[in-house]
T-cell receptor, first 112, second 114 residues
């Protein structure tokens, strides 16, 4: 158990819909990262937050957004969902951003 | 930009066989190098890491040596077990635009058969 929790574990929705994925980092970790893992794209970095502020952006679509709240939990919002958004979404956390990342168990999103 | 290249899988081995999973990287500066493992149905877990040239990371019988001259960080294990069946990801962390960016390889699936 990494100490990083993600909810929900599974999510099934339809094209055009909007979903929110939630992540709680390890106690004491200030940085949160979001990744997308799909069969054809592999593991793709989406975005990083540090203590509530956006720190880095990767291959994140404009339809996707994230935020980190004062209690340090983070949410990833996916809107206007397409079939190709079906993937595993992982959250990871680290103390400050320059250390080892600890991954959550992921949320499996299926868009029908 | 930074990149990590791993050998394609799946790699299928018999129990107690020797394992090598190749990983090479491209990065400016002096990255830190990692191997993560993903067991079926789980998230990624750090397996081992090395932060400077010639460092050897080791854990659970796995080893990898940071080779700057060949820009490689190959993962090895002398005797694999069925429980080692998983997907292995090589990754690097390097400074990019003022922050530490992590770049993952595409992963190599290992299947160990009894």
């Amino acid at each position: 158990d990494s100490g990083v929790t993600q909810t929900p574990k599974h999510l099934i929705t339809a094209t055009g819909q909007r979903v929110t994925l939630r992540c709680s980092p390890r106690s004491g970790d200030l940085s949160v990262y979001w990744y997308q893992q799909s069969l054809d794209q592999g593991l793709q970095f989406l975005i990083q937050y540090y203590n509530g502020e956006e720190r880095a952006k990767g291959n994140i679509l404009e339809r996707f957004s994230a935020q980190q709240f004062p209690d340090l939990h983070s949410e990833l919002n996916l809107s206007s969902l397409e079939l190709g958004d079906s993937a595993l979404y992982f959250c990871a956390s680290s103390v400050a951003g320059q250390e080892t990342q600890y991954f959550g168990p992921g949320t499996r999103l299926l868009v029908l | 930009g930074d990149s990590v290249t791993q050998m394609e899988g799946p790699v299928t081995l018999s129990e107690e066989a020797f394992l090598t999973i190749n990983c090479t990287y491209t990065a400016t500066g002096y990255p830190s190098l990692f191997w993560y493992v993903q067991y079926p149905g789980e998230g990624l877990q750090l397996l081992l890491k090395a932060t400077k040239a010639d460092d050897k990371g080791s854990n659970k019988g796995f080893e990898a040596t940071y080779r700057k001259e060949t820009t490689s960080f190959h993962l090895e294990k002398g005797s694999v077990q069925v429980s080692d069946s998983a997907v292995y990801f090589c990754a690097l962390r390097a400074n990019s635009g003022g922050y530490q960016k992590v770049t993952f390889g595409t992963g190599t699936k290992l299947q160990v058969i009894p």
